[in-house]
């Protein structure tokens, strides 16, 4: 419910309730003749302790509902989107509930710059890289974690089909389409392509999608920054789970068809050459380590 009443974060707060108290004081000193005889017996506000004394009321109930709804927040389940891990499921389940996470939320809209020069949009950057209004500062972490093999095969299919993956496959460079569409050689061209670009040092291309998933999960000191980390392959139980344990009526449903799964149904993980398989070890070896995934497919 606190999250509800101020879905895009405490500072947006900040506007309407400066409206309301310009409003009022404009109230004030409109009617401050007439609210001077009802609200003093002897006539003892003057015509501008009147509206004075509106503005410091409104001042008294707006920041007083703000710091009551900035504790109420404090402890409230976050999402961290992880690209490719069904984020978008989670933010679509969760906005029908009337809860604003990742790219619903006002303070992750835009984008950021990254330090290889790329950007990426907010919702995609690393809770370590975030700059500006950060919501991951309070609240209880929650994010969705995958096998990278999987993952790397959902990123080829997910930009066939997205209207950027052209604009994406001439500027990052990664050829998307110099293969035939869904096929095994594809496939390998473009994960090669884009991995050997991130060894070189553009870690941020295709807004930030080849992200090894333990940049999410941990800070730079190696804390765990997601109180729970649930696993792509649990979906949707899982989540619901969560869900229902921190009292949230969002339930996953029919929003978890989202992953572009009937784009190339004859392509897996198991279609990966012997190059690319080792590309793919060799990138997300800490998320193999720490997110304890299988390096055989």
């Known amino acids: 419910m606190c999250q509800r009443l101020a879905p895009g974060g405490l500072l947006v707060l900040i506007v309407p309730l400066t409206f309301f108290g310009l409003t009022l ?3 004030g000193l409109v009617g401050g003749p007439k609210l001077e005889s009802r609200l003093s017996l002897h006539g003892s506000l003057s015509y501008w302790q009147t509206p004075c004394a509106c503005v410091a009321a409104s001042f008294l109930l707006s920041w007083g509902l703000y710091f009551a709804l900035r504790g109420c927040i404090h402890g409230q389940l976050v999402f961290v989107h992880i690209p490719k891990n069904a984020g978008t499921s989670v933010e679509l ?3 029908v509930s009337g809860i604003n996470w990742g790219s619903m939320h006002l ?7 990254m330090p290889d020069g790329n950007t990426c949009s907010r919702y995609h950057v690393p809770p370590r890289h975030l700059h500006g209004p950060n919501p991951y500062s309070s609240g209880n972490l929650f994010c969705l974690v995958r096998n990278p093999f999987d993952r790397a095969v959902s990123e080829y299919k997910y930009l066939l089909t997205a209207n950027w993956g052209q604009q994406y496959s001439e500027t990052f460079s990664t050829g998307l389409f110099e293969h035939p569409r ?3 050689e594809g496939l390998n061209h473009f994960v090669e392509s884009a991995l ?3 060894r070189k040092g553009s870690r941020y291309i295709d807004d930030c999608h080849h992200v090894p998933q333990v940049e999410f999960v941990y800070g730079e000191d190696g804390s765990q920054l997601c109180n729970d980390v649930l696993r792509f392959e649990e979906l949707p139980l899982a989540f619901d789970n969560l869900m229902q344990e921190h009292g949230y009526p969002v339930r ?5 068809d989202g992953d ?3 784009t190339c149904k004859n392509l897996s993980s198991s ?5 690319t398989r080792q590309l793919i070890l060799e990138v997300y070896k800490d998320d193999f380590r720490l997110l304890n995934y299988s390096t055989t497919m």
């Open 93 to 95: 389940a969760g906005i």
């Open 260 to 262: 572009s799964s009937a």
């Open 271 to 275: 279609d990966f050459s012997a190059e």
């Open 252 to 256: 996953l449903g029919s929003f978890r």
């Open 196 to 198: 050997k670009s991130y």
């Open 107 to 113: 303070h992750f809209a835009g984008y950021q710059k």
């Open 182 to 184: 869904c096929s095994t």
């Open 25 to 27: 004081l404009l109230w």
